[in-house]
Nanobody, 121 residues
Framework: VQLVESGGGSVQAGGSLRLSCTVSGFTVSTYCMGWFRQAPGRQRGTVARIDLVNVTTYIDPVKGRFTISKDNAKNILSLQMNSLKPADTAMYYC????????????????WGQGTQVTVSS
């Protein structure tokens, strides 16, 4: 099992980034998938999740600005981030959880190495 994030970088406030997570070892259509982030000095937490029937969940600070999606044919999870704010600065992680362990949890089983997002004011 391997999850590899890409697409992070530095952007000014108001800008956009698109994160991608390329998955191998299982198919994204059969797992709970999520994006998490960790800012310096803070705990890692959920940003967005997408379940097996493509129901999505977002934390309040990113609602209306971020969109999580998955491409089952390419086995890729994405996070489109618009109207970025300095508060969005963090390391972003892609994660996956077997469906029998549930989607609504912080304790996903499989994790990528992370990609840094830095938003300047």
């Amino acid at each position: 099992v391997q999850l590899v994030e890409s697409g992070g970088g530095s952007v000014q406030a108001g800008g956009s980034l698109r994160l991608s997570c390329t998955v191998s070892g299982f198919t994204v259509s059969t797992y709970c998938m999520g994006w998490f982030r960790q800012a310096p000095g803070r705990q890692r937490g959920t940003v967005a999740r997408i379940d097996l029937v493509n129901v999505t969940t977002y934390i309040d600070p990113v609602k209306g600005r971020f969109t999580i999606s998955k491409d089952n044919a390419k086995n890729i999870l994405s996070l489109q981030m618009n109207s970025l704010k300095p508060a969005d600065t963090a390391m972003y992680y892609c994660a996956a959880n077997p469906m029998w362990l549930g989607c609504d949890t912080e304790h996903y089983v499989y994790w990528g190495q992370g990609t840094q997002v830095t938003v300047s004011s």
